[in-house]
């Protein structure tokens, strides 16, 4: 899968700019969708997931090294400002705040979701 980077408009829409990453679709279309341009919480990132067809798992596992990590995953970062919102895909980080990183973003605990997404979307970003 191909991600095309997108910085979060505001320092509150890290949770838009992911789901817009994954999905292929703009900040402001995840905004409309949500009905919030504002934190979005774990219910909304697994609803909005699952209504476009992308897999998330229950299950939020910690993790310590990026050795660990599934192909394609959503993250929840406690960075030294707040809780925070980023995407690993393929051996990288797409993260809204702090841009293409090739490790974890400065943050004490790590969280992440193993992704999945349909063929079908798969090839779109191709």
């Known amino acids: 899968m191909k991600i095309k980077y ?18 292929d679709k703009s900040v ?5 969708f949500l009905g919030n341009d504002r934190e979005t919480n774990l219910k909304e990132m697994k609803t909005t997931f699952r209504h476009f067809g992308v897999e998330i798992s229950d299950e ?3 993790v310590n090294n990026k050795s660990e990590l599934p192909d394609l995953c959503l993250l929840s970062l406690e960075t ?3 809780w925070h919102w980023s995407l690993f895909c393929n ?3 797409y ?12 943050s004490d605990r ?8 349909p063929d079908k979307q798969k090839n779109r970003k191709e």
């Open 110 to 117: 790590r969280y992440y979701w193993k992704l999945s997404v």
């Open 60 to 62: 939020r596992i910690q």
């Open 6 to 23: 997108i910085h979060e408009p505001t320092d509150l829409q890290c949770g838009q700019a992911v789901l817009a990453m994954v999905l």
């Open 91 to 93: 051996g990288v980080f």
């Open 28 to 32: 402001d279309e995840i905004i409309e």
């Open 80 to 82: 030294p400002r707040c």
């Open 95 to 106: 993260d809204p705040e702090h841009n293409i990183l090739n490790d974890f973003p400065e």
